[in-house]
């Protein structure tokens, strides 16, 4: 039975990009040696990082004056990373989930940190949007794709600040406009490769400005001066992301990557609001077309079970809520087919029929 991948992260990559990997594990350009046992600082490896870091600043259009960086840690150590180099004498948070909550944890670990506007209140179900924005703040951190609540910006906010983007679940998905941005960060395992390494990219001048002394592994500019090589970095993820980008350049970029998302997410979302079984959990507005989130209608709560086991049955992989919201969530990332959708819009149909 073929499986259709909903995990929310590390989740679906294309086939191909899986394919590529998995021959250069075994044997890396013909060496005869296996990717996962060369050094990084082969000379068949850096053009490896060059390309990337290439098709990273040409897909998102990345203005001169940033750097690409491929570090360790995962996004959560971006968490700290972030004010401990960029938190001057004020930074502020969108609290808008869990993950934008632990970013502002860390943050006040090193300063002033404040809360400007949160959804939590109200279960983190929609994006705040009308808020007042201090204008002597450092930088505004927002998380563009909240990926445990389903809520999603896909423009820049309009704020008199600059911006630092946690971007982990929504990065290549659309255009940015990196332009706005002090710092961009995402994990990788969404939309860019395995897990294992995380993509930074920093404006070189906002760096070094933060009052304190900063370990040397922690200091971006560590990572900006030695390319990414300072200590050894994920090797195979950086090739696995190579090959995403690859993939989203051959298919038309984050322009096509985006009208994928909008048309999977609308065949989704007309069937939740259509379904007399189901509900979305966030307002219409602040709906993400990366994660989609639904739980049963109060009258059919007894038919959450039976729907996911009937479900499961029927390849649907990964679609339980986090356990923090219960119910659903489909993850819809770029490699995700218009038909894994629509097998699991079908699926619903014909549970909605049997009851
Ligand atoms: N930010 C967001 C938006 C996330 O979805 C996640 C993980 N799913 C993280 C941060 C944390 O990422 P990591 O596990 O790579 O530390």
């Known amino acids: 039975m073929k499986k259709y991948n909903f995990n929310a992260g590390p989740s679906i990559l294309p086939r191909e990009v899986i394919e590529n990997t998995a021959k250069q594990i075994l044997d890396f350009n013909g060496s005869g040696l296996s990717l996962a046992e060369i050094s990084h600082r082969a000379k068949d490896f850096q053009p490896v990082v060059d390309e990337a870091v290439a098709l990273i600043k040409e897909l998102l259009k990345v203005p001169e004056g940033y750097s690409v960086l491929f570090l360790g840690g995962g996004a959560s150590l971006e968490f700290c990373m972030i004010p401990y180099n960029f938190l001057i004498k004020k930074a502020g948070y969108l609290n808008t989930g869990t993950w934008a909550k632990k970013a502002l944890k860390e943050a006040k670990l090193f300063g002033e940190a404040v809360e400007v506007a949160s959804s939590a209140d109200a279960g983190y179900t929609f994006y705040p949007k009308d808020y007042e924005c201090p204008t002597d703040l450092d930088y505004l951190h927002i998380t563009t794709n909240n990926t445990i609540y389903g809520t999603e910006i896909r423009k820049e906010p309009e704020v008199p600040v600059r911006l630092i983007g946690d971007m982990s679940s929504d990065i290549f998905s659309r255009p940015i406009d990196v332009a706005k941005y002090d710092c961009i960060y995402a994990g990788a395992q969404k939309n860019l490769a395995m897990a294992g390494v995380t993509l930074i990219i920093v404006k070189d001048d906002c760096l070094g400005k933060a009052p ?55 065949v989704l979302y007309d069937e939740i609001d259509r379904n007399k079984l189901f509900r979305g959990t966030v307002e219409k507005d602040s709906r993400s077309l990366m994660n989609i989130c639904f739980v049963m209608n109060d009258e059919y709560k007894d038919l959450e079970k039976p729907f996911f086991e009937y479900a499961t049955q029927r390849g649907m992989v990964g679609i339980k809520g986090h356990r923090s919201v219960g119910g659903f969530r489909a993850s819809c990332y770029n490699a995700m087919p218009m038909e894994g959708v629509e097998a699991l819009v079908k699926c619903m149909q014909d549970f909605e029929k049997e009851h």
């Open 212 to 266: 304190r002394q900063i370990p040397t592994m922690l200091d971006y500019r560590t990572h900006v001066e030695k390319g990414s090589m300072f200590n050894t970095p994920p090797v195979v993820p950086i090739y696995c992301a190579l090959e995403t980008l690859r993939w989203i350049k051959a298919q038309g970029g984050v322009e096509e990557m985006a009208r994928r998302a909008e048309a999977r997410a609308k």
